[in-house]
Nanobody, 117 residues
Framework: QVQLVESGGGLVKAGGSLRLSCAASGSTLSFNNMGWYRQAPGKQRELVASITSGGRPNYADSVKGRFTISRADAENTVTLQMNSLKPEDTAVYYC???????????WGQGTQVTVSS
């Protein structure tokens, strides 16, 4: 059974930084894209950043230049470094992983990020 476990959320003041980590386990297949989504109260879940198995990142326009995504395939981890945080970044952040060969998408349980003004 595949599990994604996030860590690193919390409360930070505007302009501060947080680092989110996600550890994936239980898969005998390699993960293709891995990424982070977020969902703020009353809003739809949205893509924050993703990274391919080849290490190519993709960012939402709202976080470009402030967030950096990386992955370590040997450890099956994906990390999101968030700098210059804004109150509008406040949301529950979810780790996501995709295994193309079986068309499976996996989600973590979510971690709360709160940015105070």
């Amino acid at each position: 059974q595949v599990q994604l476990v996030e860590s690193g959320g919390g409360l930070v003041k505007a302009g501060g930084s947080l680092r989110l980590s996600c550890a994936a386990s239980g898969s005998t297949l390699s993960f293709n894209n891995m990424g982070w989504y977020r969902q703020a109260p009353g809003k739809q879940r949205e893509l924050v950043a993703s990274i391919t198995s080849g290490g190519r990142p993709n960012y939402a326009d709202s976080v470009k230049g402030r967030f950096t995504i990386s992955r370590a395939d040997a450890e099956n981890t994906v990390t999101l470094q968030m700098n210059s945080l804004k109150p509008e970044d406040t949301a529950v952040y979810y780790c996501n992983a995709f295994v193309r060969v079986i068309g499976a998408v996996y989600w973590g349980q979510g971690t709360q990020v709160t940015v105070s003004s």
